[in-house]
C-alpha cells in the first residue's frame, strides 16, 4: 500500500505570478517492501531474475464541483540486481556479492544495507511546480493521487497500489 503521503509547500501565500513548488513524499509500505531482502535478491539473481522496475505516478487535481486534473508526474525506479566482487562493495559483516542497484532518472546508487536499499525504491520525494496563473487567484484545494505498479518476480506477485492524499489549501493574492 502506499502510506505517509504528504504535500508540503514551499510558502503559504503566493503571488499571481509565482511558480507554486510542492513536495509529494510517500512510502510504498506492506508486502513488497518487506519481501525486498538481500536473501529474495540472492535467490531472485541465481534464477536470472535480476531488474526489478517500480513505475510510479503523482496526479495533482484542484477540487471543486469537478475535479480538474493539474498536472501529473509518471516515471520509474529500477533495481538491478548484479554479482561484483568489487572490493569497495564489501560487507564488514560478512562476504557479500550480491547487490542492488536502485536508478531514478537514470541517476543509479548503490546502497551498503538492505534498509537503505528499501528507502532508495520505496520513498519517493518528488517536486511539482505549478504557475500560479494557471490556478488564477483565491484559496484553491489542491488533492494528490498516488499509484505504483510491478510485474512478477520470483518473490513477488503482478500488483499495484493507488492511494489519495489530504487536500492542500493554496492561496493566490
Known sequence: MISNIQTLKDKEVYALNDRITLNVKFSITGLLRDSF???NWTKSYEKYDNVFKLKYG????????????INEINSYKKAAIFWTRNPKLVNPMKEKRIWVQVAKNFKPVIRLTEEEVREE???FDEKI???GKDLGAGKHKISVETFASWQKHD???KDEVKSQGKETEIIIN
Open 129 to 131: 511546480i505549478i504557475d
Open 58 to 69: 503523482i496526479k495533482l487535481n484542484k477540487s471543486g464541483l469537478r475535479k480538474n486534473s
Open 37 to 39: 531482502t538481500e536473501e
Open 121 to 123: 525504491l520505496f520513498d
Open 155 to 157: 518473490f513477488i506477485e
